[in-house]
């Protein structure tokens, strides 16, 4: 008889009703059906986080791009899952789009596979770091050419980005993933929800099940029947439909194998290891735990709390505190940093004291786990309620000193985290949203069982992994390489240190399957340990060797093989002997372009230099004289001109003599004379010549949003402001410049503490965004959070080192704190790194404003600084009067920089240099700045500093584009002050912005 898998109808909006059912006359047979329906339904409504993927793009204001055609695959060994999703999206947009493809994965789950439809044809996706997966990306995209990419954010919420989805055309992707069934004491159990909002114009699902039968299960209204039949050593099953609605979920389940004692190995592919996979039943036990006498309760309340279930989090806290009955509670609510101590007896398992005070909590902010300082709390036991997406300030190492239980009830969380601090702390880990609260209660309040450790001889079984002791339930899984033939494997479990079940098994090694399966499962298992171990550089070659996306590891597919040359990026098979090939061929002109480039910015430094020695000082100059002098020519021209048509009409025989030449040759020369002095004055004589240094006055047009929220806040009276904030939240919490105008105006107010903790939130509002981490960094530092700005930046710098703005960011920050030698080091990176082509070309004159940065340091703060590695041409102090740099937060936008001087003068990038000596660098047109304005010598009167938005070929992550100036006056001298002002432009409004004055007297 053929067995049948089913797709239940299924939808978020609906819970399942409490059955009963009544056994009379219902064969046994029947009756185990009935309860693996029952425990497959439960399974699937508690698995939420498990999701289709769904596509955005980045503009609200065009049509969504739909799936249109999806074709699934799912293949199942033992009790391993590889799922691959064939998926075609209809733009019905008239123009080209890009798109991001979102789809949160669950614990454990890593994406394997991703291909891109590259001319008609699929192009496979190859693993490399992740900086320079974007970097890759990021400039190819402005070729306008077809690239992709698949990233991990935290949480496991994976994401591609797809370019480009044609103008009313379809673009296809392949996505895989695989995973480690899971299920109860009898079964596997296999769930992939599929709800779609849109009706599929076509629709196909393949599942084919190796040695072993699926059960029948039937559901009760089935949507789509699969029906198996048996092949080779497999059970297939197929499925086809046109003009399909998905409201349900894929599910079946198989058989768990009977008792384990062999396990065999799988060839590797990727090395020529022979790896084994153990997944084992372990009797279920548990141990009543010891009541606390003492408990502290770490509350996260930060913006990420609104994806927790925070009723069923009370819930769960109110029934173990009355399991607890009796003791002293203290509870801290955290995100940033630690907002709010209180302390409670607990008498008689009540408390409604705390729980109110829980519920009245507000959820805000960035997070900090390290704030909470484990090894300081005075406690029986610690209980954690967290995502553990721990994203905002300096992250340290974790100490403890008591049992940390964590309860997450978020489907979005960094479940390796959480599971460290289980282990470390001899505490244990409870994923609340896969769980009843029945479940989670009886975890908590009882002693859980634990792998202990395992014993083996080493010189024949390595790398096995779980490496360290862990909680188990009613199974455990296992890997590692194989050397020997026959190798016994020991796996001790219990309680402490007290050893209650031991399970021996030997690893055959004589007959290996070849089959990638058991060496991806390996690698899967040994990254999640290389992730708590936050070894940066460890994760990015594992995961490069394996195919695996990881926090430092992406997919990328690329048009071109030149692209692959050209960030070093192994293509795929197909592209690899004209890729090698062409890299050989390259390999020397990178070097040699390279020294070419340090040449061209030495010669480039030097002309600055020239023109610094060499540029005339007109503070001494009478200007109003001069134009008495434009005058009197103006009108003896104009004289000239009556005389001559005079003359003319005349009919005189001889032309008459010209006015010019009938001046005296004396007033000539005093003429020439006072304005060649002015023009050929070098610096040194213009110090003689000059009068005493006029005094310098900034002020800067404080940023004042225009936002309607804002005039809420500005009728609100100091010490309300964060309360009124947080209703203005309700409505605008996915809008970043709300967060960036409610911080600013807090700060200003000196109101520093609520200020931090609503800037932080731009840390949570969508993670790893770099031009979103930029501007809170920079907010940041300019209000003096330099340990927070240093973070962030340190952050941005893993995903963005291929840009110097990373450096440049890092480098003011570490001025700022007095850490001069490490910002030196970092503004000397930007110039001899071997930047990518793109970013030359991007970011033209950017190492000559570092310079100037840099030298500044050096001559300020020469004595103790290491400068021995800085090439002896790029060392020259060059102070001046006024110095004004802007740079911005997105890319693919052109800010200008405007300096208007007391003469009504403009210096810009249509004039770069004045008739006062004002001198503005390159303009930047894609993105980031810097530009900067100097002038050496400022005459008196006022100068104006606008920033001008000229345009932009993306839409940022903040809407507006914020814009950080910097205002110097005497830069490089003693006397050096400097304002910092950060703004934001809107992309939809022409004109500039006012950034301030200058006025020197």
């Known amino acids: ?137 990021e400039a190819v995209t402005r070729q306008n050419v077809d690239p992709g990419l698949v990233e991990v954010t935290r949480g496991n919420n994976f994401k591609a980005r797809v370019y480009p989805i044609p103008g009313n055309g379809y673009k296809k992707a392949i996505l895989a993933f695989e995973q480690e069934l899971q299920g109860d004491g ?83 592919q990727v090395s020529s290891d022979n790896y084994f996979y153990i997944n084992l039943d372990v009797q279920k036990e548990e141990r009543e735990k010891v009541k606390p006498s003492k408990l502290t309760i770490l509350w996260d309340e930060s913006a990420s709390a609104k994806n927790r279930d925070i009723q069923k989090d009370l819930a769960i806290l109110s029934r173990y505190l009355q399991w607890m009955g009796e003791g002293l509670l203290e509870v801290k609510c955290f995100s940033n940093t630690i907002h709010a101590v209180r302390r409670y007896t607990l008498s008689g398992g009540q408390c409604e004291e705390l729980i109110n005070f829980l519920k009245s909590r507000p959820m805000d902010g960035g997070t900090n786990l390290t704030q909470l300082g484990f090894n300081t709390i005075d406690a029986s036991e610690i209980l954690l309620f967290s995502d553990g997406i721990s994203d905002f300030g300096k992250q340290a190492a974790y100490q403890f000193i008591c049992p940390v239980v964590l309860v997450n009830s978020s489907g979005i969380a960094d479940h390796n985290l959480l599971e460290y601090i289980a282990s470390a702390s001899n505490g244990f880990y409870v994923d609340a949203s896969t769980l009843t609260g029945d479940e989670i209660f009886d975890r908590i309040t009882h002693e859980q069982k634990r792998f202990i450790r395992s014993e083996y001889d080493r010189s024949q079984i390595r790398e096995f992994y779980p490496s360290t002791s862990q909680t188990v339930m009613d199974h455990f899984s296992c890997v590692g390489i194989a050397e020997g033939s026959k190798n016994q494997l020991t796996l001790h479990f219990g309680f402490g240190n007290e050893i209650t079940e031991s399970r021996t098994l030997v690893v055959d090694n004589t007959q290996r399957i070849d089959h990638a399966m058991g060496e991806r499962i390996w690698a899967q298992k040994k990254l999640k340990e290389l992730l708590v171990g936050q070894d940066d550089k460890a994760v990015k070659e594992h995961g490069k060797k394996f195919s695996l996306v990881s926090p430092g590891t992406s997919l990328i597919v690329l048009d071109a093989v030149e692209d692959y040359v050209r960030y070093e990026i192994t293509p795929p098979a197909s592209l690899r002997d004209d890729y090698y090939r062409i890299l050989a061929m390259q390999s020397k002109e990178r070097q040699q372009s390279r020294a070419e480039r340090l040449a061209a910015i030495c010669s480039e ?16 100059f009478d200007f109003d004289a001069e134009k008495k002098n434009e005058k009197d020519v103006a009108e003896e021209e104009e004289f000239e001109e009556m005389l001559f048509m005079s003359v003319e009409s005349a009919e005189y025989d001889e032309a008459p003599v010209s006015y010019r030449t009938m001046r005296t040759e004396t007033e000539e020369e005093e003429l020439s004379e006072s304005i060649m002095y002015a023009a050929d004055m070098t610096g ?86 770099a031009e979103i981490m930029r501007t809170m960094g920079r907010k940041l530092a300019e209000f003096k959070f330099y340990e927070e700005a240093l973070a962030t930046f340190e952050e941005v710098m893993k995903s963005r080192s291929f840009e110097p703005h990373s450096y440049i960011d890092l480098g003011l920050v570490y001025a700022d704190m007095g850490e001069y030698q490490k910002a030196i ?26 310079l100037h ?98 345009g932009s070929n993306k839409q940022t992550g903040l809407n507006n584009v914020t814009v950080r100036a910097f205002v110097y006056t005497r830069f490089g001298t003693r006397d050096e002050q400097r304002q910092v002002l950060t703004l934001q432009l809107e992309p939809g409004k022409d004109g500039s912005y006012t950034v301030g004055s200058i006025v020197f007297e």
């Open 853 to 950: 940065e840099l030298n500044t340091i050096l001559a300020q703060h020469k004595e103790g600084l290491d400068y021995a590695f800085i090439d002896t041409c790029f060392i020259k102090h060059m102070p001046v009067d006024i110095r004004i740099v802007i740079d911005w937060d997105a890319n693919d936008t052109d800010i200008d920089l405007w300096i208007t001087d007391p003469r009504g003068e403009k210096c810009s990038y249509q004039n770069q240099d004045t008739r006062i000596g004002g001198k503005i660098s390159n303009d930047i047109t894609q993105g980031y700045g810097p530009e900067e304005f100097r002038l050496k010598y400022a005459i008196k009167g006022e100068y104006q500093i606008d920033a001008n938005f000229y």
């Open 605 to 620: 430094f030097n002309e600055d230099y020239t023109w610094w020695k060499n540029v005339s000082d007109f503070r001494d």
């Open 684 to 769: 040194s004589v213009a110090k003689e010549a000059s009068s005493a240094i006029p005094a310098a006055t900034v002020s800067l047009q404080q940023w004042d949003s225009d936002a309607l929220y804002m005039s809420d806040l500005k009728a609100t009276d100091r010490e309300n402001l964060y309360t009124t904030y947080l209703e203005l939240k309700k409505e605008h919490a996915e809008n970043p410049s709300f967060y960036f105008d409610v911080a600013t105006y807090m700060l200003l107010k000196e109101r520093s503490e609520e200020g931090l903790r609503v800037i932080s939130n731009l840390a949570e509002l969508e993670l790893e965004n």
């Open 186 to 268: 009898t079964n596997f159990i296999y769930q992939l929800p599929l709800n779609l909002e849109n009706t599929l114009e076509h629709f196909a699902v393949k599942v084919e099940v190796v040695m072993n039968k699926p059960i029948i299960d039937k559901s009760v209204h089935p949507r789509i029947n699969l029906n198996f039949s048996s092949e080779r050593n497999s059970y297939i099953a197929e499925y086809s439909a046109n003009q399909v609605n998905l409201d349900t979920y894929i599910a079946f389940s198989m058989p768990r194998p009977e008792e384990l004692h062999e396990v065999l190995t799988y060839r590797g």
């Open 1 to 137: 008889m053929e067995s049948q898998t089913l797709l239940y109808p299924y939808s978020k909006k609906q819970s399942f009703p409490e059955r009963r059912f009544c056994t009379t006359n219902i064969t046994m047979k029947k009756l185990t059906l009935i309860k693996l329906l029952i425990i497959l339904m439960t399974t699937i409504s508690a698995q939420n986080t498990f999701r289709l993927p769904f596509l955005t793009t980045l503009s609200q204001n065009d049509k969504a791009i739909e799936l249109a055609k999806m074709k699934i695959s799912v293949f199942v060994v033992e009790n391993i899952a590889t799922t691959t999703l064939e998926m075609e999206f209809y733009n019905k947009n008239n123009r080209v789009m890009e798109g991001e493809l979102n789809f949160p994965l669950p614990n454990g789950v890593t994406v394997s596979r991703f291909a891109l439809d590259v001319n008609g044809e699929m192009r496979e996706g190859v693993v490399v770091e992740k900086e320079k997966a974007t970097q890759a990306f």
């Open 825 to 850: 080091q970092a503004y000397y990176t930007i110039i001899e790194k071997a930047w990518d082509p793109d970013i030359i070309d991007r970011f033209p004159g950017i190492s000559l404003i570092v």
